[in-house]
T-cell receptor
Framework: GDSVTQMEGPVTLSEEAFLTINCTYT??????LFWYVQYPGEGLQLLLK?????DKGSNKGFEATYRKETTSFHLEKGSVQVSDSAVYFC????????????FGKGTHLIIQP | KAGVTQTPRYLIKTRGQQVTLSCSPI?????VSWYQQTPGQGLQFLFE???????NKGNFPGRFSGRQFSNSRSEMNVSTLELGDSALYLC????????????FGPGTRLTVT
C-alpha cells in the first residue's frame, strides 16, 4: 500500500538557519502531495501542496517540489524563526483519495533563538 | 469563513462505554473525513463521508462508525471503548473529492480509563 517516510526528529536548529525536512513516498498511482503543520494542542494546518510532477508548492516562506523520479517532496525554508517550531507532516492522497490521506510519522522541529 | 469545529474538545470515558464525537465542516464543504492520531500509530484514516454516504473506510474495527447529516455535519461513534482508543480524533472537511486539500478541526482528545 501507500506509504510516506520522513525523519522524525526532533530536529533542532538556530533561528535564521536553513531548513530541510526530507519526505519520500510510495504510491500506486499519481498522488497529490501535501505538507501539514501541527502546533501544540491544535489540529493540522495545510502548509502547501503539489498535485503533479515538477509542481512547486509554497507558502509562508516554505517550499517543496514534487519530484516523481525520486518520489520525494522535501520541505525547505531559507531562514527559520522561533514561531516555526511545530510538528510537520508529509502526506499523500492517492487513487482519488480512496484511502484518505496517508501521513508520515511527523517531524518535530525546534527552533532556538 | 468559519473553520472546521469539533465538539467536545476533551472527553474522558470508561472502558466498555460508548462515545459520540461531532464535527461541523466549513460551509459549502460536502466531504468529511475522520482520522485517529496516537503517539504510536501516528495519523490513521478512519472513514470519509460525502453527501450523507460513507464513501471510503480505513482499516478499523466495526466498533468505529459514523454518519453524515444533510447539512454535512458528521458524527463518529465508538462503541465498547478500549484503553487503546485513547487518542486525538481529527475531523477534516473538503470541497469535493478527498484528493482536494483537507482542512482540519482542532480535534477531540478522548481518554479511556
Amino acid at each position: 500500500g501507500d506509504s510516506v517516510t520522513q525523519m522524525e526528529g526532533p530536529v533542532t536548529l538556530s533561528e535564521e538557519a536553513f531548513l530541510t525536512i526530507n519526505c519520500t513516498y510510495t504510491a500506486t498511482g499519481y498522488p497529490s502531495l501535501f505538507w501539514y503543520v501541527q502546533y501544540p494542542g491544535e489540529g493540522l494546518q495545510l502548509l502547501l501542496k503539489a498535485t503533479k510532477a515538477d509542481d512547486k508548492g509554497s507558502n509562508k516562506g516554505f517550499e517543496a517540489t514534487y519530484r516523481k523520479e525520486t518520489t520525494s517532496f522535501h520541505l525547505e525554508k531559507g531562514s527559520v524563526q522561533v514561531s516555526d517550531s511545530a510538528v510537520y507532516f508529509c502526506a499523500l492522497s492517492d487513487l482519488g483519495g480512496a484511502d484518505g490521506l496517508t501521513f508520515g510519522k511527523g517531524t518535530h522541529l525546534i527552533i532556538q533563538p | 469563513k468559519a473553520g472546521v469545529t469539533q465538539t467536545p474538545r476533551y472527553l474522558i470515558k470508561t472502558r466498555g462505554q460508548q462515545v459520540t464525537l461531532s464535527c461541523s465542516p466549513i460551509s459549502g464543504h460536502r466531504s468529511v473525513s475522520w482520522y485517529q492520531q496516537t503517539p504510536g500509530q501516528g495519523l490513521q484514516f478512519l472513514f470519509e463521508y460525502f453527501s450523507e454516504t460513507q464513501r471510503n473506510k480505513g482499516n478499523f474495527p466495526g466498533r468505529f462508525s459514523g454518519r453524515q447529516f444533510s447539512n454535512s455535519r458528521s458524527e463518529m461513534n465508538v462503541s465498547t471503548l478500549e484503553l487503546g482508543d485513547s487518542a486525538l480524533y481529527l475531523c477534516a472537511s473538503s470541497p469535493g473529492t478527498p484528493s482536494y486539500e483537507q482542512y482540519f478541526g482542532p480535534g477531540t482528545r478522548l481518554t479511556v480509563t
